[in-house]
């Protein structure tokens, strides 16, 4: 592990050395704490025998304390002024995949057999890193991510406060919050803080793709208005009569004037078998 890599001066020299401006672009703000990356690793349960996927290892803060830990490391980077830097610093446990995570890792992860996700992601593209993780057909056994604080929060939300990024989510497993983080803990600083979100994905998972997509079709739909309630974001979204839908609101949540941020993960899931049921 190298410890420079905590400190700015040091990582100004590296930035200097490979011709690079921190991106706002990509995100590119370098964690220079070592107490996020440690609770990354024990919430993950990082093992010997884990394969774990990065995406964004920048100068590998968190990708040198993985390959401690892990069997293998296989990170996604997309800045290729550091194919130089990786050649000479790399450990051999660490394969380092270059391009676009968001389009080389639906290709890729068919290879990593059972796998864990660990990162710190640039804020611009965690939904649809997520999103990309999540809907793969090879899931990991969990994912780990250092997110904006907001996101994390918005993630975690209870029925009241749900929203399509809270709703995709939990679907698919359950994520708590691990830490705090705040942008001191970053150079160069951002203007917000972050957080550590543990997602822990279900084991199992009856679920066919068909029924998937018919689920998001229902999400997308109720979550269309903000201002209308449910039964006529349904009722409009996906041509169905708003009777038929109020009815089944009543049946399912009890109340027919319901809004989509109430309704929990388990309700869409029953809203979505019914519907089904109403169209065969």
Known sequence: MNHNLFKPTYLKELCQEYDLIPSKKYGQNYL????????????AD???????????????????????????VVAFEI??????????VAPKNVEVVWGN??????????????YKVLANLPYQITSNVLRIILETENKPESVTVMVQKEV???????????????????????PKIVCKTSSGSF?????????????????????????????????????SSKRK???????????????????????????EKVRAQELSVDNW??????????NT
């Open 32 to 43: 220079i704490s070592d107490v996020p990356i440690k609770k990354m690793l024990e919430s």
């Open 46 to 72: 990082v093992k010997k025998t884990d394969t774990i996927v990065e995406i964004g290892p920048g100068f590998g803060v968190l990708t040198f304390a993985l390959a401690e830990k892990a069997n293998k």
């Open 79 to 88: 800045e290729r002024k550091l194919e130089k830097y990786w050649e000479e």
């Open 101 to 114: 995570a968001l389009k080389e890792f639906v290709y890729r992860s068919q290879e990593f057999g059972k």
């Open 152 to 174: 994390a929060e918005r993630i975690v939300a209870k029925p009241g406060d749900m929203s399509i990024l809270a709703v995709s989510v939990q679907y698919y497993g359950v």
């Open 187 to 223: 150079w160069p600083s951002p203007k917000v803080d972050s957080a550590v979100l543990h997602i822990r994905l279900s084991t199992i998972d009856c679920r066919t793709s068909d029924f998937d997509q018919m689920f998001f079709k229902v999400v997308r739909a109720g979550f």
């Open 229 to 255: 309630q449910l039964w006529r974001n349904l009722s409009e979204g996906l041509k169905i009569d708003g009777g038929k839908i109020k009815e089944l609101l009543v049946e399912i949540i009890g109340n």
């Open 269 to 278: 899931v029953v809203i979505t078998e019914t519907l089904e049921h109403l």
